[in-house]
């Protein structure tokens, strides 16, 4: 992506006079602690950046590690963070990925240290027939790819697996688990979610969450020696265009609005997916099942800020006022009817109370999951990027990435034209600029030939809609 992109963008630096704002890691004496698994004394001269030219340790041999990890929906945030980090590191990968269109699926494909398997994880009776495979629950028609997925493990000892809602997402989780107890991965990292009902019978289900639950439930059934991270919001789902749930609507003035159903004082776990998954993920394998196995599960936040929070650090990093709404999701572009469902459920979820904070919903359904954050996190991954950080320094590429101009100094404030102000504005999924016309895809990412319009209708550089959430 840094290659599309200028390089005169108006960044607003960081203040020297900010401080942290509801973080519940930050240590407010702001004194710098020591590594939990630091092999130097505190009296060392590696603990002062100033002795580094005066003190080296001996060179010592670095093998590359000998294991391969198996990871599915290769090109989503989750699963392309983990990629990167292994790889470097030496890691060999085998990637399953829809197919290689996009800058982030290029760039997995190209790794030398990835093995790329292209193609679907669920299987179509009739590939010609036009079905909505975004749709919760069994599918009449759509199976699931047991050759791909059998292939995937193949001399791998390790596994990060994110599932998604394309298919049967529980059908396709338990055919994976399946094949992974078979070809006997060491270390088993699935991506979950809860099911809130499961929690509280009066709190409904969300339907993507709840199918990762179930899968949870059959990876401990199988009794593979598997470890279950929940990750929390992304801070890169926020954009100033018409996306539901994290769109922050540009106003007259050049400030933004953030309209969403979270009540405006609970807090809620954030993370930066494609900065600090990899990382933390590496090190669960790195630990191994002795430190993170028997079916733990990690809340893997590393802030946990209210919305009215979320918006003060949102500011303070791109130098624009934000302001919190509590109210619906809008819905203004055309969705996978499985998102759809999704959001209908997340709203309703989120509004229980109304404007009684003490009963919303634990955002990870159990309240000492909850309180769990950041500090389980912070075991694995002591460098997090957080939401003021990723707003001044990565918002601001994302966004020009869309065909956005408000960070130039010269464009006014208005995000919502080019760089010559006379074309139709352009969309965007996750950070590839797509205009809203003329072309419409399935839930399958496929030309629709037969005009039914129930998936994205978009055009031009993209990220598959499948990675929306992964």
């Known amino acids: 992506m ?35 698994r630091s092999s130097y004394s505190e009296a060392s001269p590696l603990t002062s950046r100033n002795n580094s030219l005066n003190f080296r340790p001996a060179k010592r041999a670095m093998p590359s590690p000998d294991k391969t990890i198996a990871v599915i929906n290769a090109s989503g945030r989750q699963a392309a963070s983990l990629i990167r980090v292994a790889t470097a590191v030496g890691y060999h990968v085998r990637a399953q990925m ?7 699926a290029k760039e997995v494909a190209t ?5 790329v398997l292209i193609g679907e994880l669920y299987t179509k009776d009739n590939p010609k027939e036009h079905v909505d495979v975004s749709r919760n629950g069994p599918i009449s028609g759509i199976g699931v790819n047991h050759r791909l997925i059998s292939d995937l493990f193949r001399g791998a000892q390790l596994a990060f697996i994110n599932t998604t809602f394309y298919g049967d997402e529980q059908k396709i989780g338990e055919a994976l688990a399946d094949a992974a107890k078979k070809a006997g991965i060491q270390h088993y990292v699935y991506s979950s979610m809860p099911d809130h009902n499961a929690y509280n019978k009066d709190w409904p289900s969300l339907p993507l969450w709840s199918s990762k639950h179930k899968v949870e439930e059959y990876v401990r059934k199988v009794g593979l020696p598997a470890t279950f991270v929940y990750t929390g919001i992304y801070n890169n789902n926020f954009t ?3 996306y539901p749930l994290f769109c922050t609507e540009m106003q007259p003035d050049g400030s933004w609005v953030w309209q ?12 930066d997916a494609e900065h600090d998954v990899g990382p933390a993920v590496l090190q669960i394998f790195k630990d191994g099942v002795k430190r993170w196995g028997g079916g733990k599960r990690i809340a893997l936040a590393y802030e946990m800020l209210s919305p009215r929070e979320a918006c003060q650090l949102f500011s303070r990093g791109v130098g624009r006022p934000v302001r919190y709404i509590h109210g619906p999701i809008k819905i203004e572009v055309k969705i996978p ?75 006014g404030g208005n995000a919502h034209r080019n760089g010559n102000g006379t074309n139709p504005p352009p969309y965007s999924i996750n950070g590839y600029i797509t205009t809203l016309e003329h072309v419409t895809l399935d839930s399958d990412g496929e030309d629709d030939d037969d005009g039914q319009d129930d998936g994205l209708v978009m055009r031009g550089l993209k990220r598959d809609d499948e990675e929306w959430l992964a």
């Open 240 to 242: 100033s265009l018409p």
């Open 2 to 36: 840094a290659a599309e992109l200028h390089s005169d963008l108006a960044i607003r630096p960081v203040p020297r006079d900010i401080r942290p704002v509801g973080g519940a890691h930050h240590n407010h004496d702001d004194r710098r602690h020591k590594h939990s």
């Open 337 to 411: 009817e499985g998102y759809r469902e999704q959001l209908e459920a997340l709203e309703k979820l989120f509004s229980l109370g109304h404007d009684d904070p003490t009963k919303q919903p634990p955002y990870f359904g159990d309240a000492d999951l909850e309180r769990s954050c950041p500090t389980d996190a912070l075991e694995l991954w002591e460098g997090p990027r957080g939401l003021e950080e990723y707003a001044r320094e990565v918002f601001p590429l994302e966004e020009q990435a869309n065909g956005l101009t408000w960070m130039l100094p010269d464009d």
């Open 98 to 104: 829809r197919n290689r269109e996009g800058i982030v």
């Open 111 to 115: 790794n030398p240290n990835v093995t």
């Open 260 to 271: 969403a159903p979270f009540h405006p004082d609970v807090k809620l776990p954030w993370l």
